[in-house]
C-alpha cells in the first residue's frame, strides 16, 4: 500500500457532532415501553394526533407517513418521491461498478449486495457480485461452502493463468453470477504490498466483465486497507450502508475521508451514490434520532428507501438464497426492490 494510505491515524475528518435530543415534552407519546418521537418540523408542517402516533407503534414495517403540505413523509422525514419504473435493456454490458463499504461490521452490507442484486435482476438487468471479504460471508449466504470452493477471487487477483471465466460461478438466481472468496483472499493484502499498481489489480481482474454486465456490486470487508482501497479503485460508485446506531454513524467521516484519498489519487470518478440506512425500528426513539442526523449530515445522498429490522433476513441467509425469493411478498423484500428502483434511477438510468 502507498504511503498516502497510511495517514488514517490522526485523521482531520470531522467527526458528526454527538446527538441532541430537543425539549419537547408535548410531543412525547408512551405505549408500554415503547417511546415515540417524531421529526423536527417546519413551522408549516402538522403534527401527527396521540392516536396517530400510537398507530404507528402498532405498524411497525409501514413507513411513517406525516401529513406536510399535502405531502407524505417517508421513514428518512423527507416527501417520499415518485420512482419511475426501469425501462428494459435491449442490450447487456457498459457495467457500473458499485462497492459496499463501511469499515464497521455488522450494518447490512453482505445482506444489502446479495439482495439489492437479486432485486436489480428481477428488473432485467444482468448482475456480477463479488465477495472481496476474506470471511466469505457473501459466498456462504449464497448457499456455498467456502472451503469446498476450487478457485476464489484469491486466485483470479494472484495467478495470471487463472481467468474470469474460470471463477464465476452462478448463483440460483438467474441472471446473478458471483466471484466467490474464501479465507485465503487474507493472504492477498499481504502479497499485493510488493506488487507494481497494487491499488488496481480488481480493476484489471474485473475487465473483461464490463461488457457482459450491467451491474457490478463488491461486497468489501469490515476495514479500510489495501482490499478495500482496491475495490473503491474499480468502482465508479460507493454505496454505504448504515445501521441506524450511534457508533455506526460516528465512523462515516474516516471512511468518507478514505473515498476522497482515492478519487483525488487513484480513481477521479468514484462518487458516492448513497448512504442506505439499514436495521431501521421507527417504534424507537434512538433510530428516529440516527436517521435524522443522518439526513441533516448527508442530505440528499441518503436514500429514502430504509431497510427495516426483519427475521426474514436471519432465515433467507440460512437458507442461501436473497429474500426476493425466500419471502417473495416480505417487507424487506419490498425494500429492496424500492432500493434497486432508486438506484436505477439515481446512477444507472438517469
Known amino acids: 500500500m502507498t504511503d498516502s494510505f497510511q495517514e488514517h491515524a490522526g485523521s482531520s475528518a470531522p467527526e458528526m457532532p454527538p446527538l441532541v435530543r430537543p425539549p419537547v415534552p408535548d410531543q412525547v407519546h408512551t405505549q408500554g415501553d415503547a417511546v415515540h418521537l417524531p421529526f423536527q418540523r417546519r413551522q408549516d408542517e402538522t403534527s401527527p394526533t396521540p392516536a396517530e402516533e400510537l398507530a404507528l407503534l402498532d405498524e411497525p414495517d409501514q413507513p411513517v407517513e406525516l401529513v406536510a403540505a399535502g405531502e407524505p413523509l417517508g421513514p428518512t422525514g423527507r416527501p417520499m418521491p415518485v420512482i419511475p419504473e426501469p425501462r428494459p435493456l435491449a442490450t447487456h454490458g457498459n457495467a457500473r461498478v458499485i462497492s459496499m463499504c463501511n469499515q464497521k461490521g455488522g450494518v447490512g452490507k453482505t445482506t444489502t449486495t446479495i439482495n439489492l442484486g437479486a432485486s436489480l435482476v428481477e428488473y432485467g438487468r444482468k448482475v456480477l457480485l463479488v465477495d472481496f471479504d476474506p470471511q466469505g460471508s457473501l459466498s456462504v449466504g449464497l448457499g456455498l461452502n467456502p472451503h469446498e470452493i476450487e478457485l476464489t477471487v484469491y486466485n483470479l487477483l494472484m495467478q495470471k493463468e487463472v481467468t474470469l471465466h474460470d471463477v464465476v460461478v452462478p448463483t440460483g438466481v438467474p441472471g446473478m453470477d458471483l466471484l466467490p472468496s474464501n479465507i485465503d483472499l487474507a493472504a492477498a493484502e499481504v502479497q499485493l504490498v510488493h506488487e507494481v499498481g497494487r491499488e488496481q489489480t480488481l480493476q484489471r481482474a474485473l475487465a473483461p466483465a464490463m461488457d457482459e454486465y450491467d451491474v457490478i456490486l463488491i461486497d468489501c470487508q469490515p476495514s479500510l486497507g489495501l482490499l478495500t482501497v482496491n475495490a473503491l479503485t474499480a468502482s465508479q460508485g460507493v454505496i454505504v450502508p448504515l445501521e441506524c446506531e450511534y457508533f455506526a454513524l460516528r465512523g462515516v467521516a474516516l471512511l ?95
Open 256 to 350: 468518507k475521508t478514505t473515498i476522497d484519498k482515492v478519487r483525488e489519487r487513484l480513481n477521479p470518478a468514484l462518487e458516492i451514490d448513497g448512504v442506505l440506512g439499514t436495521m431501521f425500528d421507527g417504534r424507537t426513539l434512538h433510530s428516529r434520532e440516527v436517521m435524522q442526523r443522518l439526513v441533516e449530515a448527508w442530505g440528499d445522498k441518503v436514500f429514502h428507501t430504509v431497510i427495516r429490522r426483519t427475521v426474514k433476513f436471519s432465515d433467507s441467509t440460512v437458507a442461501g438464497e436473497p429474500i426476493t425469493t425466500y419471502a417473495a411478498t416480505s417487507q424487506g423484500a419490498d425494500s429492496y426492490r424500492m432500493l434497486a428502483r432508486e438506484v436505477l434511477a439515481r446512477c444507472l438510468d438517469g
